[in-house]
């Protein structure tokens, strides 16, 4: 289980795009939770993770199932932080396009 929390980050999809920009899960750091902006137009939020400081990024999946959560605007949305073991770089993948650029809160913690 997760501890620690360590920082809150930033990621932005940019007007007509569904992929953030990246972070980088320095000192064993997990994502724990994603903040959704009030104008987010998405209701499912999946992830996809790179091993390589970003380079190469792959959908992420726990065990045979993309890993996704369902999200609303103006929430506090909880992950599974098992998921993300072993994860150095990470991105947002919205479930639709967004009509602006969106900013999204990510917390994570030490593991």
């Known amino acids: 289980m997760a501890k620690n929390i360590q920082l809150t980050d930033t990621v932005t999809i940019a007007s007509a795009g ?3 920009t990246s972070i980088i899960m320095e000192r ?7 903040i959704v902006p009030a104008a987010f ?3 499912t939020i999946k992830f996809q993770a790179s ?3 970003g380079t190469t990024f ?3 999946y726990n065990e045979a199932t993309e890993y996704s959560v369902t999200v609303s ?4 949305v909880a992950l599974n932080p098992d998921v993300f073991q072993g994860v150095a770089c990470v991105r947002l993948v919205s479930g639709s396009s967004e009509a602006a650029s969106r900013t999204i809160s990510v ?3 030490e593991l």
């Open 73 to 76: 605007t103006s929430r506090y």
């Open 51 to 53: 091993i390589d400081q």
């Open 41 to 43: 137009t998405g209701t």
């Open 18 to 20: 569904t992929v953030s």
């Open 28 to 34: 064993n750091r997990v994502p724990l939770a994603v």
């Open 58 to 60: 792959f959908a992420l």
């Open 107 to 109: 917390i994570s913690g």
